[in-house]
C-alpha cells in the first residue's frame, strides 16, 4: 500500500508512489514506470525530501532524464 502521507508533500510531476525504500515514477512514454530502489529506508527518505518533495525536482537525476525523454518524444 503507498504512503499517502509521502504523496500528500510530493510536488515533482513524476512522482507516482514511495514505500520503505523505494520510489516509483511515472513515464511519459507508454505507461513505463521508473523504479529506484534505495539501500536503506534512511536514503529513499532523503532523496524524497530533497527531490520529490521541493520544486527542486528538476536537479533529480531521474527527472532530468524523463524530462529528456518527454523533450525527445515531443520533438
Not at 516509483?24 to 514506470?33: H, S
Not at 529506508?41 to 518533495?53: A, D, I, L, Q, W
Not at 520544486?55 to 533529480?60: T, W
Request: hydrophobic share 35%; proline share 4%.
Amino acid at each position: 500500500m503507498p504512503n499517502l502521507t509521502r504523496s500528500a508533500h510530493a510536488v515533482c510531476p513524476f512522482y507516482e508512489k514511495s514505500e520503505k525504500n523505494y520510489v516509483r515514477c511515472e513515464c511519459v512514454i507508454g505507461g513505463a514506470r521508473l523504479l529506484h530502489v534505495f539501500d536503506t529506508e534512511r536514503t529513499c527518505k532523503m532523496h524524497f525530501e530533497k527531490f520529490c518533495c521541493s520544486y527542486d525536482y528538476v536537479r533529480c537525476p531521474y527527472a532530468l532524464m524523463l524530462i529528456g525523454i518527454w523533450d525527445q518524444s515531443d520533438g
